[in-house]
């Protein structure tokens, strides 16, 4: 029988790489998915053999990085790597 997800269960037993496979076979939403696992407390495996697969069952490369990485999310973006843009000095014409 599949696990049945309830708020106590949740609150009690931290989230696992099972129960993302879970999810994500069930067809939630990537972004409830994602919210679960930010306000939820995990226990993921994030051994290299654990996260291919995660990737060969179907759990997206977002969700997998948030698992593997939860210090960095998903909104904020990389540094970037462009040249601070350069103010300028209005030019002065040369009176004709």
């Known amino acids: 029988m599949g ?3 309830t ?7 931290p989230l696992t790489n099972g129960n993302i ?3 994500a076979k069930a067809g939630f939403d ?3 998915i994602l919210e679960l696992i930010r306000s ?5 495996d994030t051994s290299v053999p654990a996260l291919v697969a995660l ?9 997998i990085r948030l698992m593997a990485m939860p210090q960095a999310t998903a909104a904020e ?8 843009k350069k103010h300028s000095l209005p030019r ?4 004709n």
């Open 40 to 44: 939820s407390r995990t226990n993921f």
């Open 21 to 23: 496979v879970t999810l």
């Open 55 to 63: 990737k060969e069952s179907g759990v997206s490369e977002d969700l």
């Open 30 to 32: 990537e972004l409830f």
């Open 77 to 84: 973006a990389p540094p970037s790597k462009a040249a601070p």
């Open 7 to 13: 708020i106590s269960t949740l609150e009690r037993q």
């Open 3 to 5: 696990q049945q997800f």
């Open 92 to 95: 002065k014409h040369p009176a």
